[in-house]
């Protein structure tokens, strides 16, 4: 039996957090064979609701768990994390852009980052899904001195997955035979769903759809995902959300063959500001991530990556008195 692996799970009565933790127990994320701690954070309202969640895992007597904490103190949650799954955080709402919630959560996501930097085990790997989930993953960063900024990402999975689908119901094709999607830039309406370099079965994408049905109907479909799923449900996406945090997490840890698209601190590749967490192409191995280099980016690309770094430096710069 292997040793227990520490999972640090903040917003833990929050709707994904309902998904999430159930999945991680069931040993989705790190496998069959890997015990889990559970370490689950709320804010003090919510403590009783949590202590309704704990009582639920509980009763489910998922033989992976070997013990649960739920505390309203980062400190405790975090202490000795090897992962930490930062979900806590107001969601918007219909009608909210996601740059409405970076005031509210940008404190949160400050405090989070020291308490990591102090409590933390030294190769915390670290998912941030709370919105804007790229710029305050960058906020948890630059408040973690002590840690690498590379063991900072926030998700863009969820839009990765969502593109898969799209992609394969147009081509009367499987999510298994798409390979190479990729999301660049920011988890918003500006992140480009990028098919340039997408394979269906082998084929360029590019032979098989409409460049109108890319431009005008893929893209904006993608982008707009999150909010066509509030009106819909009157909550944000939860349920995905959490099956793409899975996934992260598995991915970056396990490995995987294919091409994932994560949000990760840009060293400059193609030309990007570095330092904002951007989302790439990447390749997973030996529980480390790689941004796929050397891609031909066309002039409509580009426009679209520029678009996309734009929103993103702009939200830093509202930040930058959290930065440190
Ligand atoms: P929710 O409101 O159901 O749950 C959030 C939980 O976080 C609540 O229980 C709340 O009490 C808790 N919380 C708030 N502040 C906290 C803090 N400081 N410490 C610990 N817990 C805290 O929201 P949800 O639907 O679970 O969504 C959570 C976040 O995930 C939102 O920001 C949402 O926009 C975001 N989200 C991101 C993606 C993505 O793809 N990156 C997808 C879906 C949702
Ligand atoms: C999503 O993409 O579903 C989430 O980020 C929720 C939102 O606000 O769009």
Redesign the pocket.
Known sequence: MKDPVRIAI?????????SLIFRIAAGDMLGPDQPVILQL???P??MD??NGVVMEVNDCAFPLVQDIVAT?D?NV?FKDADFALL??????GPGME?KD?LEA?AA?FS??GKALNDNASRNVRVL????P?NTNALIASCNAPDLNPRQFT??????HNRALTQLAQKTGKRVTDVDSMIIWGN?SATQYPDLAHTKVAGKPAFDLVERDWYENDFIPTVQQR?AAIIKARG????A??AS??IDHMRDWALGTDQVVSMAIPSDGSYGIAEGIIYSYPVRCQNGDYEIVQGLEIDEFSRGKMKATEDELREERAAVEHLLG
Do not use: F, K
């Open positions: 903040t917003g833990g009565a929050g709707q994904i957090s309902y954070l709320e804010i309202q919510a609701a949590l309203d980062p949650a979900v806590g955080a107001r969601p918007r996601r919630l959560n949160i405090v989070q941030v899904v709370g919105n989930a926030a998700m863009t999975r969820l839009d988890h999150g909550a944000s996406s939860a995905s959300a793409s945090a």
